[in-house]
């Protein structure tokens, strides 16, 4: 098949690639302008250079193709709502569009398990309503997922909709990496009692469930959870990470609401001030880390024979393994650089 992948330059792409070119698939990137794409081309992947919020850089790179992943999204980054939803709901659309005009036979919409909301404390089926966190990346992706819903059903598009956990693994700086850094330092800390579940998986199982909404035809039309359903609680996950890393986990435990509550405080405040940068405590981080969110994936184990391949502890020991090694390498870089 030829594949077409929106924002592949990520962590999940990084493995998606991959296990497109094993199978023996045809792959090509959509990158924006000036996005270093080096890894891609030692592959021989084709990059094209756009941008979903422009709709006229979609055309040329969807010509031909018969399947499209769309990956590419705002998220981790301070910025007005606005500048979200240009990226998660429009330019979602723009990529729908093209590819309805393209003639694509299939189009994987990446969306989000944060739709349903956070810390419900009950397992999230995919029938469950919508009623995300209100700040810009869960309102936008929820935005989002409903409009290639209404795509779905008004205008034929013949769409996948893959709701994933919180993927981690090997070249993952924006959760594994932070995360070690910071209790490899002493500085992390535990929300609340730490038994809640964290809503993790391994970045190769949601390239393989990516890879089965791709090929299965009862998936179109149709979402799906795709995460790990024997989550390790919060408490679990840190003496993981630590214990691989060769460090002690945290020790102090603060409370949840008093946490939410500053993390909203340091919204408004980062907000008032027009900061350029995150606040270091958000709600949408304080929800992830210290809420219980679990998700129920039956119904892509029934329809789409998916079932998670990597427990979360050897997740963590490979993730760990690459951390290492890079923290190492960095660590000998720096020392030449002084001698």
Known sequence: MKILITGGTGLLGRHLVPALQERGDSVRMLALPGE???????????????????????????????????????MGVWRPIEDYRAVNVTGTENVCRAALNAGVRRLVHISSWTVYGMNLRVRATEDMP???????????????DRLVQRLIADEGLPAVIIRPG????????????RIADRIRAGSWITIGSGR??????????????????????CAVGRAYNITNDQPLTQHEMWCAIADEI?????????????????????????????????PPVTRLGVMLFGGDNRHSIEKARRELGFSPQVQLRDGVR???????????????SARTAVR
């Open 36 to 74: 270093n794409t080096s890894w891609l081309e030692e592959r021989g992947i084709p990059v094209y250079r756009g941008d979903i919020r422009q709709p006229e850089t979609l055309t040329e790179p969807m010509q031909g193709v018969d399947g499209v992943f769309h990956l590419a999204a705002m």
């Open 130 to 144: 919508m009623e995300p966190l209100k700040e810009p990346y869960a309102l936008t992706k929820a935005e989002g």
């Open 166 to 177: 919180t993927f981690f693994g090997p070249g993952d700086r924006l959760h594994f990496g």
């Open 196 to 217: 809640n579940a964290l809503p993790f998986v391994y970045v190769t199982d949601v390239a393989r469930g990516l890879l089965l909404a791709l090929d299965q035809q």
């Open 246 to 278: 060769g460090a002690k986990p945290p020790g102090i435990h603060l409370p949840f609401w008093p946490i939410i509550l500053g993390g909203y405080a340091a919204e408004k405040l980062a907000s008032l001030v027009n900061a350029r940068s995150q």
């Open 318 to 332: 490979l993730a760990a393994g690459w951390y290492l090694e890079t923290s190492q390498r960095g660590e000998d």
